[in-house]
């Protein structure tokens, strides 16, 4: 192969390779929440119910999956249990109105509005990053980024918040984010969010009864999801940028190789003359 032709065949090869790399990085680019997953409308399904809960004003049943945007309400004596895809489990008690804004398993962010009541969130550690549950209330929100058990009693004019284990920031008013700890206890009133203060036993555990279905009469339940559950990105996600990664080193090494080829094929050799074989004569003089 000619000089020329072998500088064609490499110019070819790392052109292969950029185009190779440039695609890699648009992949990796791709944001989470564009990624799709089966039924995005459907956000949880009930685990247990009471009767006296409604959702959109018609009775709530057992078997029922929970939509985008649904307003669950219960009387004074309606409790209920959903847990929502990607797995934060709510826990709601009586008198309370809840609204799912918003849950995206995939990228792990859920919006919740407590409009009033009683509401109990367990949410566990998040599998990606930028994973995040938020409660919102009349006076503020509560966010949670690598999980947390907490209680939440909302109403027109104020809210309390009790961590029962992790860490949950919360904001409202003027004043900047807080982070509450577990065993701590908060109010958010008109003026924003209050002093720190140490959650007493029996508090806590006065707060758990008042959203559980343990040992409530006439409750139905409990099931798990009905329908397929989406992998939460990060394991898919993180397979996805290690073979990214791997396409995009090995074009790297190839490009790499490719030049060095390309070098070594144009370089001349000059041979060595032959050594002479026997005696060496040497003429007399």
Same mark, same amino acid.
């Given at each position: 192969?000619?000089?020329?032709?072998?500088?064609?065949?490499?110019?070819?090869?790392?052109?292969?390779r950029?185009?190779?790399?440039?695609?890699?990085?648009?992949?990796? $680019?791709?944001?989470? *929440? @564009?990624?799709?997953?089966?039924?995005?409308?459907?956000?949880?399904? &009930? #685990?247990? +119910?009471?009767? !006296?809960?409604?959702?959109?004003?018609?009775?709530?049943?057992?078997?029922?999956?929970?939509?985008?945007?649904?307003?669950?309400?219960?009387?004074?004596?309606?409790?209920?249990?959903?847990?929502?895809?990607?797995?934060?489990?709510?826990?709601?008690?009586?008198?309370?109105?809840?609204?799912?804004?918003?849950?995206?398993?995939?990228?792990?962010?859920?919006?919740?509005?407590?409009?009033?009541?009683?509401?109990?969130s367990?949410?566990?550690?998040?599998?990606?990053?930028?994973?995040?549950?938020?409660?919102?209330?009349?006076?503020?929100?509560? $966010?949670?980024?690598? *999980? @947390?058990?907490?209680f939440?009693?909302?109403?027109?004019?104020?809210? &309390? #918040?009790? +961590?029962?284990? !992790?860490?949950?920031?919360?904001?409202?008013?003027?004043?900047?984010?807080?982070?509450?700890?577990?065993?701590?206890?908060?109010?958010?009133?008109?003026?924003?969010?209050?002093?720190?203060?140490?959650?007493?036993?029996?508090?806590?555990?006065?707060?758990?009864?008042?959203?559980?279905?343990?040992?409530?009469?006439?409750?139905?339940?409990?099931?798990?999801?009905?329908?397929?559950?989406?992998?939460?990105?990060?394991?898919?996600?993180?397979?996805?940028?290690?073979?990214?990664?791997?396409?995009?080193?090995?074009?790297?090494?190839?490009?790499?190789?490719?030049?060095? *080829?390309?070098?070594?094929?144009?370089?001349?050799?000059?041979?060595?003359?032959?050594t002479?074989s026997?005696?060496?004569?040497?003429?007399?003089n």
């Amino acid at each position: 192969m000619g000089n020329a032709q072998r500088a064609t065949a490499m110019k070819q090869n790392i052109l292969q390779r950029g185009v190779a790399l440039s695609l890699c990085c648009l992949l990796l $680019q791709l944001p989470l *929440g @564009a990624q799709e997953y089966p039924n995005p409308d459907m956000v949880g399904a &009930v #685990l247990g +119910v009471t009767p !006296g809960v409604m959702v959109n004003q018609s009775r709530l049943i057992s078997t029922q999956n929970l939509q985008k945007h649904d307003l669950l309400s219960t009387d004074n004596t309606g409790r209920v249990k959903v847990r929502l895809r990607g797995g934060p489990v709510l826990d709601i008690g009586s008198q309370t109105q809840v609204r799912i804004e918003g849950n995206n398993p995939i990228s792990q962010q859920t919006v919740v509005q407590l409009v009033s009541g009683r509401l109990r969130s367990e949410v566990t550690k998040f599998m990606v990053n930028g994973g995040q549950y938020e409660v919102k209330v009349p006076q503020g929100s509560a $966010q949670v980024r690598d *999980g @947390a058990d907490f209680f939440l009693e909302a109403s027109p004019s104020r809210s &309390v #918040l009790t +961590v029962y284990s !992790g860490i949950v920031i919360v904001g409202g008013g003027k004043r900047a984010l807080l982070d509450v700890a577990g065993g701590q206890t908060v109010e958010l009133g008109p003026a924003g969010v209050g002093p720190l203060s140490l959650t007493n036993e029996e508090i806590e555990q006065t707060t758990m009864a008042e959203t559980s279905l343990r040992g409530v009469a006439g409750q139905s339940g409990s099931r798990e999801m009905v329908e397929s559950e989406p992998k939460p990105a990060g394991s898919s996600h993180m397979k996805r940028n290690l073979i990214i990664v791997g396409i995009a080193g090995a074009a790297a090494v190839g490009a790499l190789a490719g030049m060095r *080829g390309g070098k070594s094929s144009t370089t001349t050799t000059t041979p060595t003359p032959p050594t002479p074989s026997g005696p060496v004569s040497i003429p007399a003089n």
